[in-house]
């Protein structure tokens, strides 16, 4: 198996210039050039107000892009607090309400209160991240597709400006639900084919070919993740069990999987026709987790550090203050913060799914099948599917008895 290489990630400047939205990056560059040419001219030291103001609103349009990205989780950040020294650490989405960029070329940031500088700060695409698994877990295979891959803003970038050149770049629409579970391993462009379109527009072909190979890079990266056993794939068996799948089963040649649904599948080469050319879905509804060996573990060292001591804030507890909160006030905090029973989490499922229990002909098992991927801990096994089915049956039965 071909070892994977960790990505190092971008600086500030290069982050900015492979994600933010070419429109915009295009409108500051030109406010930027305007601006240089009016400064270094000898009528003015300084150039006009109004040209001043445009170039500030426009690095302000940027900045606002980027940081959109970072609140929104489509970009993870990592940095080192007080010296370049300093381990790496992972600085939260949530932090960036509060964070001001201080320089771009030295990839540099300030925490608006504390002042405190985070220094050599790296931004990943979230498939490309060191703890790109804990994005990961818990999502459905469509969810993780749509938001990390063909979500990128990359990806999203590259793809914008291929079209506006005439090309033609793969994305999650138009293409067929059907994708193969090695693509990107080998470009399209690489076959003679390729090549052959690439007089006709070089523009367009060039652009659709950079949109496509960075496509490529974060779909065979997050496949990779279940193939090596980094992460693992739990889908529903056609016999109605949830079950993982095989990492094996991601390294053939002939597997697909279903986009639109979240299936894992076979192409069948040797099909009469297209409408035959898939088998029926191996794995239904398939839902990405951290391994077993994993789940128990926790998060990397870099993880570990608080927010708070990234940007020296303590917190009230650790300067021994006492709360001022009675013996009745604690007693009602317990009772809201205590996990809700399995009945609970389970009737929750069911009224987010927009089933009735009272009125719905579904049968307990079927619900189940619907329910599952509501569910914080989905049943993995026949004894627990079959658990669920049953409480979803008692359920039921002590909802129309209370209505009797």
Not at 315 to 331: C, F, L, N, W
Not at 384 to 403: E, F
């Amino acid at each position: 198996m071909v070892e994977r290489v960790p990505s190092i990630g971008w600086g500030l400047r290069e982050a900015i210039r492979r994600t933010v939205d070419p429109d915009i990056l295009a409108n500051w560059f030109d406010a930027e050039r305007k601006w240089r040419t009016v400064s270094s001219s000898r009528s003015a030291k300084r150039g006009p107000n109004q040209i001043n103001g445009h170039r500030e609103c426009a690095m302000q349009a940027v900045e606002n892009e980027f940081r959109r990205y970072l609140l929104g989780g489509r970009l993870v950040a990592w940095g080192r607090s007080v010296s370049l020294s300093a381990e790496l650490r992972l600085i939260p989405s949530a932090a960036w309400t509060d964070l001001h960029f201080e320089s771009f070329r030295q990839s540099i940031i300030t925490e608006a209160t504390a002042r405190a500088q985070v220094f050599d700060v790296r931004i990943y695409p979230v498939v490309e991240a060191p703890d790109a698994v804990e994005y990961l877990h818990g999502k459905t295979v469509v969810e993780a597709f749509e938001q990390f891959v063909f979500g990128d803003p990359q990806c999203s970038r590259l793809r914008k400006r291929a079209v506006a050149a005439g090309g033609h770049p793969l994305d999650l629409e138009p293409h067929e639900p059907m994708w193969r579970v090695d693509h990107g391993k080998k470009a399209s462009w690489m076959s003679p084919v390729g090549w052959l379109n690439r007089s006709d527009n070089p523009q367009a072909y060039n652009r659709t070919c950079a949109a496509d190979y960075v496509l490529g890079q974060r779909f065979a990266r997050l496949v990779g993740y279940l193939a090596d056993g980094t992460l693992t794939a739990h889908g529903m068996t056609r016999d109605g069990r949830m079950a993982e799948i095989p990492r094996s089963l991601w390294k053939r040649e002939h597997a697909r999987l279903d986009l639109r649904n979240g299936d894992f599948l076979d192409f069948l080469p040797n099909a009469r026709n297209l409408d035959e050319a898939y088998s029926r879905p191996r794995f239904l509804g398939l839902m990405l987790r951290k391994p077993v060996s994993l789940l128990a573990q926790t998060v990397p060292f870099a993880l570990r550090d608080s927010t708070s001591e990234m940007f020296h804030v303590e917190h009230t507890a650790s300067v021994g203050i006492r709360h001022a909160t009675s013996e009745k006030q604690t007693r009602v905090e317990k009772t809201k913060d205590r996990p809700r029973r399995k009945s609970e989490r389970v009737l929750a499922a069911i009224r987010k799914a927009g089933i009735d229990l009272d009125t719905s002909e579904l049968g307990p098992k079927e619900i189940a099948g619907k329910i599952h991927n509501n569910l914080s801990d989905p049943p993995m096994t026949k004894e627990g599917w079959d658990a669920l089915a049953k409480m979803i049956g008692r359920l039921r039965t002590a909802k129309r008895s209370s209505q009797a």
